[in-house]
């Protein structure tokens, strides 16, 4: 018989990242960014994190709590469209979807601690803290697997470049004064890596010359030419009769998803 385990999270992670397209498969170490682990009240945790602040890095042993499913077989969004054994890649999609990362530790304060860019997503649960140790943790001359080809291949320099069309330009800039929502970087990033289709990296066909890729609560439509890649148009990802739909809730960037489409109209009704 399995046996079954029960964990307690001791805290969550309040983050401004709302959906996974926000959050980097590894944290992105050059960013000035900060999150909060808030550990619960009425467990002594203050005590639990005495010396805790003499540490640079922890690792935080977590959750992917938006996760209810498993596959053997993963598709990585890093590197060609090849699936791999779930064992051998880092996919929220595994039998018991515990996670692991190594955060900057930039502050304690009570039950909260300071960190540093963070691959969770807001309300993430935590199950444990650990000290990073550089002695003992780090190997980095060992061999990574399929990971190394990966990153021979992505060393180089992007094969493909991005360009917004005047129409997206506009919405972007007013995504980004109106509604501080700012996805481009992220997705000219993944666009100039590789534009072709991708279940982990949210790019599909949309008929005829155009494609689509996801960006959490948004999409973009772009075209492909030789190697540039052309943003016509950004577009809600959700449809009006969801956003309007109170009874829906945890719908992310709800009101800034329904003024953009008071102001332009689906993609597929512009000329």
């Given amino acids: 018989m399995t046996p079954t385990l029960t964990l307690h999270p001791i805290g969550f992670i309040r983050s401004p990242k709302q959906v996974k397209f926000q ?45 209810t499913t498993w596959r053997p077989l993963v598709l990585p969004p890093r590197g060609p469209a090849q699936r791999r054994g779930v064992f051998a890649t880092r996919s929220p999609h595994r039998p018991n979807p515990v996670g ?19 691959d ?10 650990k000290p990073y140790i550089p002695a003992y943790d780090a190997f ?22 991005v360009r917004l069309s005047p129409l997206a330009e506009a919405q972007a800039e007013w995504l980004r004064t109106t509604w501080e929502i700012d996805f481009c970087p992220r997705m000219v990033e993944l666009l100039a890596q590789d534009p072709s289709p991708h279940r982990s990296r949210r790019i599909r066909r949309r ?32 449809p009006p009769r969801f956003l309007n739909d109170l009874a829906l809730e945890g719908i992310p960037d709800r009101a800034a998803q329904l003024a953009f489409l008071a102001r332009w109209p689906e993609p597929e009704t512009q000329s």
């Fill in 207 to 238: 008929g005829g010359v155009r494609w689509e890729i996801g960006c959490g609560a948004w999409r973009a439509f772009f075209t492909v030419a030789g190697q540039t890649v052309n943003v016509v148009t950004l577009d809600a990802a959700y």
């Fill in 100 to 118: 692991l990362t190594p955060v900057q530790l930039l502050g304690v304060q009570g039950r909260r601690l300071i960190l540093g860019p963070c």
């Fill in 23 to 67: 959050a980097r498969h590894q944290p992105a170490e050059l960013e000035a960014e900060r999150s909060v682990l808030e550990l619960v009240p009425d467990c002594n945790y203050e005590l639990a994190l005495r010396d805790v602040a003499g540490f640079a890095r922890i690792w935080l042993v977590w959750w992917f709590h938006r996760n």
């Fill in 120 to 129: 969770l997503v807001d309300s993430t649960p935590v199950f444990d803290i």
């Fill in 140 to 161: 980095p001359e060992a061999a990574a697997g399929w990971h190394d080809e990966v990153d021979s291949a992505l060393s180089a320099p992007p094969q493909f470049t």
